[in-house]
């Protein structure tokens, strides 16, 4: 029983390693495993307005144009390291963004906003989490494609790039609705 | 050909360390002096290599050689000399190559520095050594190799990301890494004594110095990290509990629960298994964080950009070390055996609730940290943690290890007896908690339940870490370097105690839009906003404002805080102006023009957060000053002689 307790640490280390090849396999390249959602509806919702006491944000109000549903929240560091290549998509006018505002106090939100700039079209508030959990958010920042019959088209992980944008975000759109934007690479 | 030149050297490097680790592990297991005798002129080899290869990415860098893949990536030609020699490591591939001249500097060090020990014993420290860094350069050259060419070469580089272009990052990665790699060491010390099969007292006394100037590394390094962090993502945020972070804490926290170990399985010959277990963890965690950066299963702030080939090759390393680590372990620590006992309240019982107590708070970080990892693995749903999950778990365990810390410098060994410590140091809580609540309630105001706790926690240790000390130059008994360093160290936590509770309870802040010359009050402190003007610097520009900042009508500074944008990358960074008031951060950053000269305002008095950092170099060079003790230098004497003087006299305080 003695000798036992000495190989605990392997077994332990067995089981994270476990883990952490399941974690490879599942992302290891983020944008290329896809998520369960594209190809399906984004998730059904209607969420308290950040900006607009009282009002709402549904699925319903976001039909029929193309937008990018980005998950953030002033606690996330990545956010901010994202927020410029956002304010420049909403300055090329390709689409709008949508913000979800996750697990966080929204009076933090608004002077984040308005300290950085509001990249967002509108953004819900999701207090407890559950909505991020519909769109099977694994972490903050994330950024879902969504075309005008409600489809999430495409799903980028992590802090979008200008690469990104480019490569992946851009192409995907409707031809019409791709000016030059984000000209600088 | 200067980077042709760079990666050659690297291969030989490669293959000097395969040299290095068989002579160095074999030679002893087969009694073979010759084999031994050639571990020196390999690791030397290894060092003159990898040495090499790094100054020809140093050259590649100055020279603007864009015809370097790394460095076309990382640099431009616009970036001052100096951020053009830390975009070196502003990368993977880079970093990787910093690592691996950091953990040569150490081998070459450990080489120098085992050379008076038992020869078998040496050879094998430097060959585990030389595994470790077989490992990392066969990954370097497999999947991250720096010196890449592009054909044609690029007419300028892309540049360094802007946020990382700052005095801090230069300085940040390489004393870190000095600190994760160096716990190599103590992990090589572990493996040659489970080679070996023996561990003495003697064994720990080698082992000391080694974990403690690591530990000292670790601890500089995060706080310039976290300094780093505090003043260029502009928020006032220094600890983030991010993965990366995260990271460098968890090793951080075993080799601070392993320093104190150490001290036990020096004095008193008992911890034996569970310090070897320690030296093998703080490494490991070195590896595994190494792991989380780089494999791109987590998301950071810091993090490298990722590739799952990467990933896999560092998991097939964790797995080879860190598993045949363990598998010697399982084998060999069933026969160490502790060489006596002690009663409960003796120094060590504190020492190990000490241990219990770091490493706890070591695995509920360590489980937040990979939590979304878990929860995405056994598809359990998504989980997302943060602050709110590690502050208060993280206090859980932390708080009763600074209230235990005071009593517990003042036992004694083996026979659990505070003698007429015990009064001074009843003296010495009642104090400290009167002057915790003093200072909570009466210099300010509105403090949390917490607050006086932390306060009072932080003198009592500071007060009782000084009774030894004291006493000693009353009776005029010297100080030994290793009980000042463990004082010194000790009161640095007592400082970073009051500083962060102080930090946490009594930061004020406010966001405010202003007009030009109209002015927002915070507290005692008054802003005046005269507006922005166009700044230039070598490779951004932007603009700058203008703040006048006054104390009860006393001028405290005029602040610039700036928003530049940087050319190449065409990204915006806010760069707040902070400035020092009394014993408080003052920070103004800039938001948002509102249009008629009106800007959004962050403006913010933290007091004390300057002495968070301080604390952590006032730890580190406590570290350092133990290190310097003589007993550390007579490498080959005999130990101390515990059977000469009683112990309880000899060992009072000397567990740091």
């Known amino acids: ?185 | 050909m200067i980077p042709e030149l760079g990666q050659f050297a690297l291969i030989l490097a490669l293959l000097l360390a395969a040299l290095q680790a068989f002579f160095g592990i074999v030679g002893p297991a087969l009694k073979r002096d010759r084999w031994m005798a050639a571990v020196t002129p390999a690791v030397t080899g290894q060092f003159v290599m990898v040495a090499t290869s790094m100054g020809c990415l140093v050259t590649s860098f100055i020279n603007n050689d864009f015809s370097v893949r790394y460095v076309a990536e990382n640099s431009n030609s616009a970036l001052p000399l100096f951020y053009r020699v830390a975009a070196l490591w502003g990368a993977h591939s880079g970093s990787l190559i910093l690592w691996i001249f950091l953990l040569a500097c150490w081998s070459i060090a450990a080489a120098v520095g085992t050379s008076r020990l038992p020869r078998a014993f040496a050879s094998r420290v430097i060959g585990v050594l030389g595994v470790i860094s077989f490992g990392f350069l066969l990954y370097t050259l497999a999947t991250s190799n720096p010196f890449l060419r592009l054909d044609p070469p690029w007419p300028d580089g892309e540049s360094l990301n802007p946020i990382l272009q700052d005095p801090g990052l230069a300085g940040h990665p390489p004393i870190l890494y000095t600190g994760y790699v160096g716990l190599a060491v103590a992990f090589a010390f572990a493996g040659a004594a489970m080679l070996e099969g023996r561990l003495d007292r003697d064994w720990a006394r080698w082992t000391r110095p080694w974990t403690t100037a690591a530990w000292a590394f670790l601890s500089c390094g995060i706080a310039l990290g976290s300094w780093w962090a505090y003043y260029t993502l502009g928020w006032g945020g220094f600890w983030f509990w991010d993965p990366v972070e995260n990271a460098s804490f968890m090793p951080w926290l075993m080799a601070t629960a392993l320093i104190h170990s150490l001290a036990v399985t020096e004095k008193r010959g008992l911890f034996k298994s569970w310090t070897l277990l320690l030296a093998v963890l703080a490494f490991s965690l070195s590896l595994v964080g190494t792991f989380l950066v780089r494999s791109g299963v987590l998301v950071s702030v810091h993090s490298f950009a990722a590739s799952p080939s990467r990933g896999e090759f560092i998991l097939t390393f964790l797995v080879l070390m860190i598993g045949s680590a363990l598998a010697l372990y399982a084998w060999r620590a069933p026969l160490l055996k502790s060489e006596a006992g002690f009663e409960l309240t003796a120094r060590e019982s504190f020492l190990l609730f000490n241990n219990i107590l770091l490493v706890t708070a070591c695995a509920t970080v360590f489980a937040g940290t990979i939590a979304p990892l878990i929860s995405g693995a056994l598809h359990l749903g998504k989980l997302s943690v943060g602050p709110p999950y590690f502050n208060p778990t993280f206090l859980l365990s932390i708080l009763p290890l600074l209230a235990l810390l005071s009593v517990g410098i003042h036992a004694s060994w083996k026979r659990g007896n505070l003698g007429n410590r015990a009064r001074i140091l009843m003296l010495t809580l009642i104090a400290a908690a009167v002057l915790g609540c003093a200072v909570v309630f009466g210099l300010f105001t509105g403090g949390r339940v917490l607050s006086p706790i932390g306060i009072g926690l932080g003198i009592w240790i500071i007060l009782s870490s000084l009774i030894d000390p004291i006493d000693r130059l009353r009776r005029h008994i010297s100080i030994p370097r290793a009980v000042l360093g463990m004082t010194i160290a000790h009161i640095g936590l007592g400082i970073f105690v009051i500083s962060i509770t102080s930090v946490e309870a009594f930061t004020a802040e406010q966001d405010v839009a202003l007009a030009r010359g109209s002015t927002a009050q915070l507290g005692a402190y008054e802003f005046r906003f005269e507006g922005v003007s166009p700044i230039e610097g070598p490779n951004y520009s932007g603009v700058g404002g203008t703040v006048v900042v006054t104390h009860d009508g006393a001028p405290v500074a005029v602040m610039h805080p700036e928003k530049r944008k940087y050319w190449v990358q065409q990204t915006v960074t806010t760069h707040a102006d902070i400035r020092m008031y009394r014993v408080s951060n003052v920070l103004v950053a800039l938001g948002q023009d509102l249009g008629d000269g009106r800007w959004s305002l962050r403006l913010q008095v933290r007091p004390l957060v300057s002495f968070i950092w301080l604390a952590a170099f006032i730890m580190a060079t406590g570290g350092m000053l133990a290190i310097s003790d003589r007993r550390y230098r007579l490498a080959r004497a005999p130990s101390p002689a515990s059977a000469a003087v009683p112990p309880a006299v000899v060992t009072r305080g000397e567990a740091g």
């Not at chain 1, 307790?5 to 399941?22: D, E, H, K, S, Y």
């Not at chain 1, 519909?134 to 494609?145: I, K, R, S, V």
């Open chain 1, 1 to 185: 029983m003695s000798r036992l307790r000495f190989i605990i640490p392997l077994v332990v280390f067995a089981l994270l390693v476990a883990v952490l090849g399941i974690g490879i396999r599942q992302s290891p390249d983020k944008n290329i495993i896809p998520s369960p959602l594209i190809g399906k509806p984004a998730p059904a919702f209607s969420l308290p307005n950040l900006i607009e006491p009282g009002q709402r944000v549904s699925t319903a109000q976001l039909r029929g144009h193309w937008y990018l549903f980005n998950i953030w929240g002033t606690w996330c560091v990545e956010c901010r390291v994202e927020q410029p290549m956002l304010l420049k998509i909403k300055q090329s006018g390709v689409i709008p963004l949508v913000g979800l505002d996750w697990r966080d106090d929204p009076n933090d939100a608004l002077s984040y906003l308005k300290q950085e700039g509001d990249p967002y079209e509108t953004i819900a508030v999701d207090q407890d989490g559950s909505e991020a959990i519909m769109w099977g958010a694994y972490g903050a920042p994330e950024t879902f494609l969504v075309n005008p019959q409600g489809i999430v088209v495409y799903k980028y992980i992590g802090p979008i790039t200008e690469e990104a944008w480019q490569r992946e975000i851009l192409p995907r759109l409707p031809l019409a609705s791709t000016p030059a934007a984000g000209s600088s690479s």
